[in-house]
């Protein structure tokens, strides 16, 4: 299945999902185009939705393995409607930057590698995959980057790659959203996706 949504359609959906706190999981692997989905989602929200990223909690030491600490210091306050304050690793200088503070939202917004784990994924009102060819994401990853870089992408590919083989994130995605789609549309108010499954509300165990 192939189909044009508008990010304002899917704004509307996830405003109508029946629990206080929704927070939204952008997923995909590095490169495909899951901030840039976020931002788009985020405008066409036009309400201030925060957005938390996953590389604010993964290191150069620690690409995937940071999970438990968002959990605990993000994930679980904001479910309970109450703020978190957070340090987002700097990775020019590799060390914990300065805190930042989250406060509870209607919708929260999570982009990333990991962004749907296992360990959270019941709890989310949406779970979207980004899905992109491989050899165009590490092209993105180095233009971005630069080339001498390229060692740590890929050892960052590898650490990637196992979180995607032993959690099957796709596999779990409410939605799978082409990250390079090549069917006409208007890509700063649409996207297109490859599939789509029935919704049950955030909080509801599920099955698959």
Request: include cysteine; proline fraction near 8%.
């Amino acid at each position: 299945m192939t189909a044009i949504r508008t990010y304002a359609q899917l704004v509307d959906e996830i405003r109508t999902t029946p629990t206080p706190v929704r927070i939204v999981g952008i997923d995909g692997c590095g490169g495909a185009g899951k901030t840039t989905f976020a931002q788009r989602l985020t405008t066409a929200a036009n309400d201030n939705w925060p957005t938390i990223h996953t590389d604010d909690f993964a290191t150069h030491d620690e690409p995937m393995q940071w999970w438990p600490r968002m959990l605990n210091e993000v994930i679980e306050p904001l479910l309970q409607n109450q703020p978190t304050t957070f340090r987002p690793y700097d990775w020019v200088h590799r060390r914990p930057g300065e805190p930042t503070t989250i406060t509870p939202s209607d919708v929260i917004v999570i982009e990333g590698v990991g962004a749907t784990r296992a360990a959270w994924r019941d709890r989310l009102a949406l779970r979207i995959w980004i899905d992109t060819d491989s050899d165009l994401r590490l092209r993105r990853g180095l233009e971005r980057d630069g080339e001498e870089l390229a060692e740590f992408w890929r050892e960052w590919r590898a650490a990637e790659g196992g979180y995607v083989n032993d959690e099957q994130p796709q596999q779990h995605a409410d939605l799978v959203v082409a990250g390079d789609p090549t069917t006409p549309h208007d890509p700063a108010r649409e996207f297109v996706v490859l599939s789509e499954r029935q919704r049950v509300p955030a909080g509801t165990p599920r099955r698959g």
